[in-house]
């Protein structure tokens, strides 16, 4: 028997999202018997408890006898039950020093972590993720950003509309400027901005021809890892030896820098990859862009500008192009950059539907029936101890 625990969010600032629905709950009761699901109660999820009630779930504060238990971010060590089976996003695998002290937790409890960001197919596409509607969110508000720097157009906050249906219906009628805009990466994330850059018609251009003139209507260019990296010695470009070797490559972004308005970035990054540029070039006469959407939000990442996480709340800071201090948004003499980890909080509802689907789809049966190559290679801890193919995270949890 799988009993399934959905476990409260407890990290700080709270998340609203969850890893299934009322209605998906209900859909794995009613076709597996032996699938059990009980749903922690909270007050800050997207979903009620009223909702999981109506669809038959028990709601209770002990999950103590579950085998598998769900989350969306990282447990706070006082909340960890010892011995258990626990998926959720870790942010671990990158040795990330704030969660440190949460995988040696793990370890002495015997924890068994599965890490959603690990869920891969054979090719290394992620599975698991809420990056489409992280696109959706992070491309809205860079263009947000950018009307509200220039003052040459406003649009409201995600938050504000009730789903994605309703969001789509804020763009009727929207005209923007002739502006120029760069979409890098070539995943979920990218999809979505993609999507918004279609819904508010803005045009698609080659390469070439965005850097070689003006428009007199809204562009953009779509960048994947050919048109960013380089080999050092080669001067070609291949993704396998790339994420094998992404310090033998540099960027090919810096043209880019004169001939863009916004930049919308959902590119990986891990710190053996090059920026797309050096903090000293914000310094350049001819720099041109004002606004940059880093949907991926990797600190002093692809985006060296990039000072740290903003908050939904307040998603967007300035930084001087002259100094790099981070200063008040839409000043005189800076550049805007909206940076917020939790971008799909704002469409919790339709991003849970969307997350929940894959989870179904590709992982809950394989965890029922006994496991899977894809569960195994994103299985981080065993039994408190870390896997074989995670083993270069030891010197990280030696400390």
Known sequence: ??????????????????????AQCKFLTNHFVDIQIKVQSSLNRCFTDQEYLQAGLE???????????????????????????????????????????????????????????????????RIIGFGFFAGIVGAHNGIMTYGNRTGTFQIGRVGEVKDYRELIHTYFGLKLPPIKIVVTGSGRVAH???EIMNLMD?????????????????????LKGADLYQHKITGNYSRVDFHEHPDMYQSLFKPYLFQTDILMNGIYWEPRI???????????????????????????????????????????????????AKTEPYISGSIDIMAVGNLPNELPRDASRFFGEQLIKYILNDIRTGGSVIIERATILKEGKITELFDYLNDYAAH
């Open 1 to 22: 028997m799988l009993i399934i625990g959905l476990i409260r969010e407890g990290k700080i600032p709270s998340d609203n999202r969850v890893a299934l629905t009322p």
């Open 59 to 125: 709601v209770t504060d002990d999950l103590s006898n579950c085998n598998l238990l769900l989350g969306i971010k990282e447990v706070p060590i006082n909340q960890l039950i010892s011995n258990k089976k626990y998926i959720f996003f870790s942010h671990t695998k990158k040795k990330q020093l704030y969660n440190q002290k949460l995988l040696h937790a793990m370890m002495d409890l015997g924890i068994t972590l599965i890490d959603y960001e690990c869920l891969e197919h054979k090719d290394g596409q």
């Open 192 to 194: 979505g901005i993609v």
């Open 202 to 222: 803005v045009q698609e251009v080659e390469t070439e021809e965005y850097l070689s003139r003006e428009f007199d209507y809204p562009v953009y260019t779509h």
């Open 274 to 324: 090059p920026s797309f540029f050096e903090m000293e070039d914000l310094k350049s006469p001819g720099f041109r862009i004002q606004a940059i959407a880093d949907i991926t939000d990797d600190k002093n990442g692809s985006i060296p500008c990039n000072l740290g996480d903003a908050t939904i709340a307040n998603p967007v800071y300035g930084v001087n192009k002259l100094t790099g």
